[in-house]
């Protein structure tokens, strides 16, 4: 009883009171900064993750050369899981066969034997059926790793070490590029190609403080495994490079073949990095099925060990250009990829770097790297002098010593006193075979130390002169691009970058049947269109969790426009909207919204109407539609939010409207006449409602003799005399609304 009496008490004695709140914070924050920097951002001086150095240090460990026979993928995996990475098989094996695939890794780090997976989404084959083996791009990532070139760490369980970062004489994190997705950030970085990688290092050797401008007359943007053409101008290139963000635009590459008739096909043959081929079929396929390409007669996929996808139009006279930018605007020919040039800077810090930034973290490790095995190397060359030093002595002396050897009970004490050998110079004269003691030997002998004091002589001039350094780094560079030229396959150069294209009007070059649909918006943004104008509400079903937010009629020939949180309009055709079989596509795949930001509102195109928008800061306009008809993907700018604000309101004006409801977060509601409120094409706007905090929440225009109907179940108008009190200036405080008032 007592020793259960001792027992809660000793319990007792280390439990802590501490509120939930702190325990929770300080525990997410631990698994957020594990995530961020032991998971999903690589390092900006290797570009590897975690799992991929561990990988590629075990395949080291293994001697899987490229040289020498490839071993089973399952016994790699079995050692990395083992004794480096113990975060469960399939993780790491993904991870193997991602550095494998051509299509997927510009320089692919793996050479793989089996079946890895292809490009058209066939998953690869069990590790136990597949070999791997290092490439000669992985061999230079890992060059040095035994010469004290980077710092080393306890494993896991502390039974064994593992290299913080690998020495890389390979760019791979700008060459492969990475993606990654951690607590509260991400890493997006594109493949590169390494020939003109190589261009920018020098040019960034020579000429430290160029500007990327500079940097990109050398490496002029991606360049993907599967090729296609990056759709961008130099401006927009520069400013994602410049700034560590953006996206831009990759299509497929394309051509026309005549055939007999005097017809003509469409020919892929290279598509959008990271586009499943098997998955781009089946899109077009259904979207064929639905009726949605009518320009577009049947696909057929005749690839091979290339890409060969063969468009056969509908009719010789349909233009391939106006065809094409159908299929770029409604199927992943044509893929947005976005770039967030987030690493770890030093392999501590997480942070958004610029090319130039990205480059220069690769020249500053390649800097490190050769300092540190230069140091390596001088101390293995004085170690070795020493013994030479030693053995030389011995040569001079080789009587004596073979006298004392053979007549001391401990001759080691002996040499030591009577030739002031050190004690590593003894032991090497006592382990000294008598085959080494012919005239030959001591002539090698002293080639050798002669061979070794130039050597070392070489590395202190190079220790001592910042110049000589970065020219060594420039020669392995040189070597390096040698390897990997335009000239060689691997090397030559697969996307072609081009200017973007002028935009084609598919509204007029391809009419569309006028057909009614009822256009239907999820509140988690799953948008659909039924056919037909009779659709009930109450029969239209939602995922579970999710809820009705836009529901209304229009024709299958209108323009469907968005408006979105950032102040952008985004239009899309209502004929390609997908059909209501299913939950529907979600919205933000249709537009390119961009992350944070929220769709506002959804309605259908009137040429002829107006709308008023605001942002929630107060501060709005009145704007024609005419003005915001986007003709791109990304949408056009329209309301520009204050710094803080966002855009929340976008309501239509009627044609008779004369007045403007403004109602505050603070309940306050304020009118006041139409014409106090500017007519603009874009803008900020002016300030709606003064507001100490908390903004606007609402604002409809109105015509004040028809009085302001508000409510949804159960309508109610207020007079224009009811009105009266409410009435005031254009960005007055206003009146506590009745209560429950809302616009």
């Known amino acids: 009883m007592s020793r259960k009496n001792n027992t809660t008490a000793a319990?007792?004695?280390?439990?802590?009171?501490?509120?939930?709140?702190?325990?929770?914070?300080?525990?997410?924050?631990?698994?957020?900064?594990?995530?961020i920097t032991s998971r999903s951002l690589p390092d900006a001086r290797d570009g590897l993750k975690?799992?991929?150095?561990?990988?590629?240090?075990?395949?080291?460990?293994?001697?899987?050369?490229?040289?020498?026979?490839?071993?089973?993928?399952?016994?790699?995996?079995?050692?990395?899981?083992?004794?480096?990475?113990?975060?469960?098989?399939?993780?790491?094996?993904?991870?193997?066969?991602?550095?494998?695939?051509?299509f997927a890794a510009r320089y692919p780090l793996i050479d793989g034997q089996g079946n890895f997976g292809n490009i058209d989404g066939d998953n690869p084959a069990a590790m136990r059926y597949t070999e791997s083996r290092l490439t000669v791009a992985a061999e230079l990532l890992l060059q040095g790793i035994d010469e004290n070139a980077v710092d080393f760490r306890s494993?896991?369980?502390?039974?064994?070490?593992?290299?913080?970062?690998?020495?890389?004489?390979?760019?791979?994190?700008?060459?492969?590029?990475?993606?990654?997705?951690?607590?509260?950030?991400?890493?997006?970085?594109?493949?590169?190609?390494?020939?003109?990688?190589?261009?920018?290092?020098?040019y960034l050797i020579k000429s430290p403080k160029a500007a990327i401008s500079d940097i990109l007359n050398f490496m002029p943007g991606p360049d993907f495994p599967t090729g296609g053409i990056l759709v961008e101008d130099r401006e927009m290139i520069e400013q994602v490079y410049t700034t560590g963000r953006g996206s831009l635009r990759l299509r497929a590459k394309w051509e026309i073949e005549k055939i007999s008739g005097g017809g003509y096909q469409i020919v892929v043959t290279e598509i959008p990095w990271l586009v499943q081929k098997g998955k781009l079929e089946e899109k077009i396929d259904q979207l064929l099925q639905e009726k949605k390409l009518p320009l577009l007669d049947d696909i057929r996929d005749e690839s091979a060990e290339d890409i060969r996808l063969v468009l056969i139009p509908k009719s010789r006279n349909i233009d391939a250009d106006i065809l094409m930018a159908q299929l770029f605007r409604m199927t992943e020919l044509e893929a947005r990829i976005s770039v967030n040039l987030n690493a770890l800077d030093k392999g501590r810090v997480p942070r958004v770097m610029n090319l130039k930034e990205l480059l220069q973290a690769f020249l500053d490790h390649r800097h490190e790297v050769l300092v540190r095995r230069s140091e390596w190397r001088l101390n293995k060359i004085k170690d070795r002098l020493e013994i030479l030093g030693g053995l030389l002595i011995a040569y001079l002396n080789l009587d004596e010593v073979i006298r004392i050897i053979r007549t001391e009970d401990e001759p080691k004490p002996v040499l030591i006193k009577k030739f002031k050998l050190s004690e590593t110079q003894a032991e090497a004269i006592l382990n000294m075979r008598l085959r080494n003691?012919?005239?030959?030997?001591?002539?090698?002998?002293?080639?050798?130390?002669?061979?070794?004091?130039?050597?070392?002589?070489?590395?202190?001039?190079?220790?001592?002169?910042?110049?000589?350094?970065?020219?060594?780094?420039?020669?392995?560079?040189?070597?390096?691009?040698?390897?990997?030229?335009?000239?060689?396959?691997?090397?030559?150069?697969?996307?072609?970058?081009?200017?973007?294209?002028?935009?084609?009007?598919?509204?007029?070059?391809?009419?569309?049947?006028?057909?009614?649909?009822?256009?239907?918006c999820s509140d988690k943004g799953w948008v659909r269109a039924f056919s037909k104008h009779d659709t009930a509400p109450d029969s239209v079903k939602y995922k579970e969790g999710d809820k009705e937010k836009f529901f209304f009629p229009a024709w299958s020939s209108d323009k469907i426009l968005v408006f979105a949180t950032s102040g952008k309009f985004y239009a899309i055709g209502a004929d390609v909207l997908p059909s209501a079989r299913g939950h529907g596509e979600a919205l933000k795949l249709l537009v390119d919204v961009g992350a944070g930001h929220d769709i506002t509102n959804l309605f259908a195109y009137d040429p002829a109407g107006k709308l008023l928008v605001a942002s929630d800061s107060g501060h709005g306009f009145i704007?024609?539609?005419?003005?915001?008809?986007?003709?791109?993907?990304?949408?056009?700018?329209?309301?520009?939010?204050?710094?803080?604000?966002?855009?929340?309101?976008?309501?239509?004006?009627?044609?008779?409207?004369?007045?403007?409801?403004?109602?505050?977060?603070?309940k306050k509601l304020l009118v006041f006449p139409m014409d106090q409120l500017p007519e603009m094409a874009k803008g900020k706007g002016v300030l709606l409602q003064k507001s100490k905090d908390g903004g606007i929440i609402g604002a409809r225009a109105f015509n004040l003799k028809e009085g302001l109907t508000?409510?949804?179940?159960?309508?109610?108008?207020?007079?224009?005399?009811?009105?009266?009190?409410?009435?005031?200036?254009?960005a007055q405080a206003g009146r506590i609304a009745p209560r429950g008032f809302r616009l």
């Open 50 to 102: 975690p799992v991929h150095r561990r990988l590629l240090y075990a395949m080291s460990q293994l001697s899987l050369r490229p040289t020498t026979p490839p071993k089973k993928s399952a016994k790699i995996v079995g050692e990395v899981m083992g004794n480096y990475h113990p975060h469960g098989d399939s993780s790491i094996y993904d991870a193997l066969v991602r550095l494998a695939q051509d």
């Open 155 to 202: 494993t896991y369980d502390d039974t064994g070490r593992e290299p913080v970062v690998l020495p890389a004489a390979f760019p791979n994190l700008l060459a492969n590029g990475a993606s990654g997705i951690a607590v509260g950030m991400a890493t997006s970085i594109p493949p590169h190609n390494v020939a003109e990688i190589c261009s920018a290092l020098l």
């Open 710 to 730: 508000y409510g949804d179940s159960k309508p109610k108008t207020l007079s224009a005399a009811e009105l009266k009190e409410f009435m005031g200036e254009r």
């Open 623 to 666: 704007v024609p539609q005419s003005e915001i008809l986007a003709q791109t993907k990304s949408g056009k700018q329209i309301l520009n939010p204050p710094a803080g604000a966002e855009a929340k309101i976008c309501t239509a004006v009627p044609a008779n409207a004369d007045h403007v409801a403004v109602l505050g977060a603070n």
């Open 11 to 35: 319990v007792q004695e280390i439990i802590q009171d501490l509120p939930l709140t702190d325990l929770l914070a300080e525990r997410y924050l631990a698994y957020a900064l594990s995530t």
């Open 437 to 520: 003691l012919r005239k030959l030997e001591e002539m090698e002998i002293r080639g050798e130390d002669k061979a070794l004091k130039e050597e070392q002589a070489a590395l202190l001039d190079l220790l001592s002169s910042d110049k000589k350094r970065w020219a060594a780094i420039a020669d392995q560079i040189k070597a390096m691009q040698k390897h990997f030229g335009a000239d060689t396959p691997l090397g030559r150069r697969r996307t072609e970058i081009t200017a973007a294209p002028a935009e084609i009007n598919l509204e007029d070059a391809i009419p569309v049947e006028r057909e009614p649909i009822t256009v239907v």
